[in-house]
């Protein structure tokens, strides 16, 4: 036992301690997400978020239809460190540190007010003024907040609670004027930014048949879902269950469609915020909140090109935050090391499966036909340096190689070819606007692929090969294999002649 002489309270300097909070490491976009997750742990169904401009008095507020808060609750929200991190919470809880809603929204103004009402109770407000605490040197929380938003916005809710940030002085300059067109712009392309990380973030909440709506100026926020599961070719590998401490995480790795398996709406919204190459990687979900969007999580791989496809989703329970290195942003995660190797197994093969279908255009090769696939190029390694060549046992080359008369000359040409090949256009091209690069027959008219489909289907003919056999081929052999449906009625229209 402490004797009472040993110690003495060395409270923190308020004007001190809530500057320095303001530094946490939040952006905008988190900054919000961190007050949402307080509407959804709410059990809120409804969540409006209004941007407001008005120069350098402009406002945003985030209002919900979740449970609300007594008097008590609300004081307790409002005090710092209301939470023990070590605590056990709810299983919805998306909380942690108690912090959340202090820090979030320092991080980005300097006046938070809260007005709330739970069933059968009065409207309650608080009100923190840095300015104020500044000049008191006190933490005094005020009763009274903002004139922006009055106790009638709840009328309409049984209950609900609405949070307004005002002097946005992290967000727009303090002297601007209304008028400032410039400002009022860099203003709504913030919004819009925080609009699609909360698509991003909350996707699961806004999706299936119990779903959550957030309204985002008055219109409701579509979801965006990284792992395109609602598109036919998006393939979901093996789903593994891992365990730490008995509590299991569920991994789910996804290989996304070539681009040419997309429409164009479809490619440029899987493209997310960051685009294709950021948004490769591990998907860290927590009580399915997205923690972290798209990283390998230290696990010593780079993002590069031809990993674009590969999306790796982790389902985390909440009481695995420490394990998992949780901070108090919700933004990063890193995982336990007895789950490291488990990990980069998984990402090795989801990768390796992505860097197929990327390098391949798309095409998927049957691993229960041991019929070998054939490529128009092949590439080969000497001396430390890369070459590509002319298959010669391609049909329609090894035909014309038969043809005495022209086997020189046809030789002669083709080494021409392979020696001239513009790798560093090509690679300069494809490194720059990867998805602009045309595929096969892509924009020729389908008369072209029929010729040279048919003149592939008679030189193996010529060869002996029966049409069933030839079939086979022609569905593992480039470009063909793009267009199995036309392979199968050149051939039928064959069988009939």
């Known amino acids: ?180 067109n410039r400002a009022h712009d860099v203003f709504l392309n913030n919004a819009a930014a925080v609009k699609k990380h909360l698509a991003m973030v909350f996707h699961r909440f806004l999706e299936g048949p119990n779903n959550i709506k957030i309204w985002f100026n008055n219109r409701l926020l579509e979801p965006w879902n990284p792992f395109a599961i609602a598109i036919q070719a998006t393939e979901l590998l093996t789903i593994e269950p891992l365990f730490v401490n008995r509590k299991r995480i569920e991994v789910r790795p996804y290989v996304l469609p070539h681009h040419s398996k997309l429409t164009t709406q479809e490619h440029e919204k899987l493209a997310g915020i960051n685009g294709w190459n950021a948004h490769q990687g591990f998907y860290v979900y927590r009580n399915k909140r997205m923690l972290v969007a798209g990283d390998w999580l230290g696990l010593g791989f780079q993002k590069e090109e031809h990993y674009k496809l590969a999306r790796i989703l982790i389902d985390i329970p909440n009481d695995l935050d420490e394990e998992w290195s949780i901070d108090v942003k919700k933004s990063k995660a890193r995982p336990p090391h007895n789950l490291r190797q488990d990990l980069k197994r998984i990402a090795k093969i989801t990768r390796e499966r992505a860097s197929n279908i990327y390098r391949h255009r798309g095409k998927i090769v049957s691993r229960n036909i041991d019929m070998d696939f054939t490529y128009v190029w092949e590439q080969s390694l000497k001396h430390g340096k890369y070459s590509y060549q002319i298959n010669r046992e391609h049909t329609l080359i090894k035909s014309l190689m038969k043809n005495v008369s022209i086997k020189s000359d046809l030789s002669a040409l083709l080494k021409l070819l392979e020696e001239t090949i513009p790798i560093p256009t090509i690679i300069m091209n494809y490194s720059e606007q990867p998805d602009n690069l045309k595929g096969p027959f892509e924009d020729a008219p389908p008369k072209e692929l029929i010729t040279v489909l048919e003149r592939n289907i008679d030189s193996l003919l010529k060869q002996g090969n029966n049409l069933n056999e030839i079939k086979q081929r022609l569905l593992h052999m480039e470009p063909f294999d793009l267009y199995p449906e036309l392979v199968v009625s050149c051939c039928e229209a064959k069988l009939e002649v």
């Open 1 to 180: 036992m402490i004797k009472e002489e040993n110690f003495e309270i060395a409270e923190p300097k308020a004007s001190s301690l809530i500057h320095s909070i303001r530094s946490f490491g939040y952006d905008l976009s988190t900054a919000i997400a961190d007050i949402i997750d307080n509407s959804i742990t709410a059990r809120a169904k409804n969540i409006w978020i209004d941007f407001n401009w008005n120069g350098q008095d402009s406002w945003i507020s985030i209002k919900d239809d979740g449970i609300g808060m007594n008097e008590e609750e609300l004081i307790n929200s409002m005090i710092l460190g209301s939470k023990n991190p070590l605590e056990e919470r709810a299983k919805n809880d998306l909380g942690r540190f108690g912090l959340g809603l202090k820090t979030a929204t320092f991080s980005q103004c300097k006046k938070l007010t809260v007005i709330t009402k739970s069933s059968n109770d009065d409207v309650y407000e608080r009100c923190w003024d840095l300015d104020y605490i500044t000049k008191t040197a006190q933490w005094r929380l005020l009763k009274k907040g903002s004139d922006l938003v009055n106790h009638e916005t709840l009328n309409n809710l049984e209950n609900g609670t609405v949070v307004i940030w005002e002097k946005l002085d992290r967000i727009i300059d303090q002297e601007v004027e209304v008028e400032d």
